[in-house]
C-alpha cells in the first residue's frame, strides 16, 4: 500500500507486532457499511464516476458475502481488516477499487468503524439488561411477600421480603442501561471526512455519510475525530459498572446456595458437580460472573492507560483499543444471560429465608418504634429499652417475641399486650410501607409501576 516511498519489506516480526486482523476483523460489517457510505457520497459529489461507484457497491456486497460464509483470507501483510476488504475489493473488481480511499485514511476509516461497532455493542447490552430486569421482576412478584433476613455488616438487621430484596438489583439496572444510552448517543457522530487528521481538500457531504451511517452529526474536529476513544471508555466504563452490580448479585446468589445460608436450591442447569465430592453442587455460574468482573474492571483500566499519554493525533497504540473492548463486552454478555437465567431458574426456600429473619432478633427496631408511636417515650430511651429486651431474651436463649408480655413490662411497665403482635416477622416487614420500602404492598406497587414503564419504552 505504500511500496512508493520503501525499497524493502518488513522484519517478520514486524509484520506479527503489526498486524491486527486476527482481532480486528469483527469489525468487517461496520468496515463495509462504511465504505459503502462513503463511495455513494463521493459518487454523488462527483468526485467517483457512476461507473466506478456502482462496482466499488456491488464488489463489497461480494466482499461481503465472502465473509460471512467464512471465506475471508487473513494475511498478516494485509494488516488490518481495512486492508484485506481494499484488497479483495481490488481483486474483485481491479483499478476501481483504488479509487475507494480518496478523501480517506484508515484513521477516519478506523474511528468510524469502531464507533459503529460499540453503539451496536450498546444496543445489544441495553437488550440483555432488559431481559435480566424481566426475570428480576417476575421473581420479585412471585417473593413480594417471602420475609427473608436483611443485612447490614452480614449481620441481621430488620427482615426485609426477598421481592424488594430482588428489586435493589433492578434499580442497578436501570442506572446501567441509562449509561450505555448515554454513552451510545454520545458517540454517534461521524469522523469520516477528517482523513488522515487535518480534514481533506475533497468537497465531501459529512452529512450524506452521517445520514447513511445513522450517525447525528459529523464530528466538530478532524484531530479529535481521530484520536478520541472516549466512546470506548464510555462503554467500558458502563460496562464495569454494570459487571460490578452482576458480582454483587452473583456473591449473594453464591452465599445464598451455601450451607448455612440455605436460601436457595441451585437447579442442575445452572450448577456444577466435583470429580471427587459426589455430594457437590458448585455455583460455578455465578463464581464466573464474580470472576468476569475482574476481567472487565481490566479492560477499563487498560483502556485508560492506553490514552493517557498519547499525544494528538493518532498513534498505532490505538490499534491495542479493540482487545479490551472485545473481551468486555463478550465476558458482559455472557455474565447478563447466565444471570438471566440463574434468576428465572433459582429455587428460594421461603422457610429457611423466614427462620433466619426471625433469629437474631431482627424485630428489636420495632418494639422501640411501638414505644415511640403508642407510649409517646423519645426514641433514644425506646432504643434503650429494646436493647435491654433483646439483652434479657439473648440471657434465657429466646427470641424477642418469646419473651413474653411480663418480660416485656418489667423492663418497662409502659409495654403493653398490642405490641406483641407487632414483634413477629410479617408485621415487621408489613409495617415498613414507607416509599421505597419493603412492605409487600408497597413492593406490588413498585412491581405495577416497573411494568407499565417497561411497556413503555
Ligand atoms: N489497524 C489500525 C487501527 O486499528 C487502522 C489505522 C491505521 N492507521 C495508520 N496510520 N497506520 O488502529
Not at 424485630?363 to 409517646?376: G, I, K, N, Q
Amino acid at each position: 500500500m505504500w511500496g512508493g516511498r520503501f525499497a524493502g519489506g518488513p522484519a517478520a516480526v514486524m509484520r506479527e507486532i503489526n498486524a491486527s486482523i486476527s482481532v480486528d476483523k469483527r469489525l468487517w460489517r461496520e468496515d463495509i457499511a462504511a465504505s459503502k457510505a462513503h463511495a455513494a457520497m463521493l459518487a454523488s459529489e462527483g468526485i467517483l464516476s457512476p461507473t466506478d461507484a456502482i462496482a466499488i457497491d456491488r464488489g463489497l456486497d461480494t466482499v461481503a458475502d465472502e465473509i460471512e460464509a467464512g471465506k475471508l483470507v487473513e494475511d498478516p501483510a494485509l494488516e488490518d481488516i481495512h486492508m484485506h476488504v481494499e484488497h479483495r475489493l481490488s481483486e474483485l473488481i481491479g483499478d476501481a477499487a483504488g479509487r475507494l480511499h480518496t478523501a480517506r485514511s484508515r484513521n477516519d476509516q478506523v474511528a468510524t468503524d469502531f464507533r459503529l461497532f460499540v453503539r451496536r455493542c450498546a444496543d445489544e447490552t441495553i437488550c440483555g439488561l432488559d431481559r435480566l430486569e424481566l426475570a428480576l421482576v417476575d421473581r420479585a412478584e412471585q417473593h413480594a411477600g417471602t420475609v427473608m433476613p436483611g443485612f447490614t455488616h452480614l449481620q441481621s438487621g430488620q427482615p426485609v421480603t426477598l421481592g424488594h430484596h430482588l428489586l435493589a438489583y433492578r434499580e442497578m439496572l436501570v442506572r446501567d442501561r441509562s449509561r450505555f444510552a448515554d454513552a451510545r448517543r454520545r458517540m454517534n457522530e461521524n469522523p469520516l471526512g477528517s482523513a488522515a487528521l487535518a480534514g481533506t481538500g475533497f468537497d465531501l457531504d459529512r452529512d450524506a455519510t452521517t445520514k447513511a451511517l445513522g450517525f447525528d452529526r459529523p464530528t466538530a474536529n478532524s484531530l479529535d475525530a481521530v484520536s478520541d476513544r472516549d466512546f470506548v471508555v464510555d462503554y467500558l466504563h458502563a460496562a464495569a459498572l454494570c459487571s460490578v452490580h452482576l458480582s454483587r448479585l452473583a456473591e449473594e446468589i453464591i452465599l445464598w446456595a451455601s450451607q448455612p445460608f440455605g436460601f436457595v436450591k441451585l437447579p442442575d442447569a445452572w450448577s456444577t458437580g466435583s470429580s471427587i465430592m459426589p455430594n457437590k453442587r458448585n455455583p460455578d455460574a455465578a463464581e464466573l460472573v464474580r470472576g468476569h468482573a475482574a476481567r472487565i474492571i481490566g479492560d477499563l483500566v487498560a483502556m485508560l492507560v492506553l490514552l493517557k499519554g498519547l499525544p494528538l493525533a493518532y498513534a498505532k497504540d490505538l490499534q491495542d483499543d479493540k482487545p479490551p473492548l472485545f473481551d468486555a463486552h463478550d465476558l458482559l454478555a455472557l455474565s447478563l444471560a447466565a444471570m438471566a437465567g440463574m434468576v428465572a431458574d433459582l429455587e428460594f426456600v421461603p422457610a429457611r429465608m423466614r427462620a433466619a429473619a426471625a433469629a437474631g432478633h431482627a424485630t428489636a427496631t420495632d418494639l422501640a418504634d411501638w414505644l415511640v408511636s403508642e407510649a409517646r417515650v423519645p426514641f433514644r430511651e425506646a432504643h434503650h429499652i429494646a436493647g435491654r429486651a433483646v439483652a434479657a431474651a439473648e440471657g434465657e436463649g429466646k427470641a424477642l417475641d418469646e419473651l413474653g408480655l411480663d418480660r416485656l413490662t418489667a423492663i418497662d411497665p409502659r409495654i403493653d399486650e398490642r405490641v406483641l403482635p407487632r414483634l413477629s416477622v410479617e408485621a415487621s416487614v408489613a409495617a415498613r410501607r414507607s416509599a421505597g420500602g419493603t412492605a409487600p404492598d408497597r413492593v406490588m406497587q413498585v412491581i405495577a409501576a416497573i411494568r407499565a414503564d417497561i411497556a413503555a419504552r
